[in-house]
């Protein structure tokens, strides 16, 4: 695949360190740890998004996010609602695709990194309110954070 570059070495730490950040961030909060299953996708999560793998990204946050959740397609705690219905809503475009009108194309590849680069980005931070709920477990704007 040609259009398929290794990000820079600079690019990959800044996104690493993002993610750690994130991370120190809500589990200094003091909420339970997540499970040992949790903590492995976590660490696939961090690689495909430092590599720049957004769907993937999107995908495996969404996956997680709802692994913590009480049941199936639910709002997990600490994960605002309308973050849920995005994140939800964003990964079933992704897996479930629309003939003639796909949510994720080449062109996005080339044209729309940065776009879907936050959409990653704010994927992620549910995924951590999912894992680290606030003790009110009111949740926050993922947007906020980014």
Known sequence: MDQLERPTELTWDERRSWFEDLEAGHAVAGAPAPSEQACALMIDLQAVF??????AAV???YAIAEAQGSRRGACPAGVAEQDWKWLRGL????????????????????????????????????AFAALYPEPTGSGGEAKERL
């Open 50 to 55: 430092c590599s720049g793998a957004w769907a």
């Open 59 to 61: 995908i495996l946050a």
């Open 91 to 126: 990964r079933n475009r992704l897996v479930h695709e629309n003939p003639g009108k796909a949510a994720f194309t080449v062109e996005d590849q080339w044209t729309r990194r940065a776009l879907w680069e936050e959409r990653a980005r704010r994927s992620i931070v549910t």
